[in-house]
């Protein structure tokens, strides 16, 4: 079955470029969604179809996806972007789920 | 803005049926430029998606959960819900509901996502 595979952890430093990568089995023929979870929230999209924002997200986050690797890029991150983060794709008409990965800032 | 909430028990016993309601606000379910998910995230754990309604009343659902749940909707009250059958400890999570826009290439996204409900499956 497809599947999703996310680092757990990223470490980032205030004002630094963040990059979170979801790997998966030709990915990049397919549409990636990324999510952010804060701790005792609901996920919100921050990206959809690879690389587009919803409104309401800050520019700093950007996101791609070629080959077998979508990758979630969150530039100058700010301390309110420590969370959780989830890539999303489908496979035979079922949404997939990477596994999260939990981005702190410090 | 459209907001979306979960209502049910919190507790259900092992071997009985989950059951939940999403209800939508500022957006019409009859509108049909959405479909209407369900997810759900074990405590600590990642996300699972568990299947998807239609004001139609067409359904799609994750086939490893396929033969325990259905989605119904109801336009009347700009509702749609959640039934999951033979619950066991397994199934404990916290649920959300949440509106699936409708892209080309299968490129659908969940925006935005209800604040969740914890449902515990114990005696």
């Known amino acids: 079955s497809f599947e999703l595979t996310q680092p757990p952890s990223v470490s980032v430093s205030p004002g630094q470029t963040a990059s979170i990568t979801c790997s998966g089995d030709?990915?990049?023929?397919?549409?990636a969604c990324w999510y952010q979870q804060q701790p005792g929230q609901s996920p919100v999209l921050v990206i959809y179809?690879?690389?587009k924002r919803p409104s309401g997200i800050p520019e700093r986050f950007s996101g791609s996806n070629s080959g077998n690797t979508a990758t979630l890029t969150i530039g100058g991150t700010q301390a309110m972007d420590e969370a959780d983060y989830y890539c999303?794709?489908?496979?035979?008409?079922?949404?997939?789920f990477g596994g999260g990965t939990k981005l702190t800032v410090l | 803005q459209v907001q979306l909430q979960e209502s049910g028990p919190g507790l259900v016993k092992p071997s009985q049926t989950l059951s939940l309601t999403c209800t939508v606000s500022?957006?019409?379910?009859?509108?049909?430029?959405?479909?209407w998910s369900w997810i759900r995230q074990h405590p600590g754990k990642g996300l699972e998606w568990i299947g998807y309604?239609?004001?139609?009343?067409?359904?799609y659902y994750n086939p490893s959960l396929k033969s325990r749940v259905t989605i119904s909707v109801d336009t009347s009250k700009n509702q749609f819900s959640l039934r999951l059958s033979s619950v066991t400890a397994a199934d404990t999570a916290v649920y959300y509901c949440?509106?699936?826009?409708?892209?080309?290439?299968?490129?659908?996204?969940?925006?935005?996502w209800g604040q969740g409900t914890l449902v515990t499956v114990s005696s």
């Open positions: 949440a509106r699936q826009s409708v892209a080309v290439a299968a490129g659908d996204w969940f925006d935005p």
């Open positions: 500022a957006d019409s379910i009859s509108s049909g430029a959405y479909y």
């Open positions: 309604i239609h004001y139609s009343g067409s359904t």
């Open positions: 030709k990915l990049g023929d397919k549409f």
């Open positions: 179809q690879d690389n």
């Open positions: 999303q794709a489908w496979d035979s008409s079922t949404a997939v």
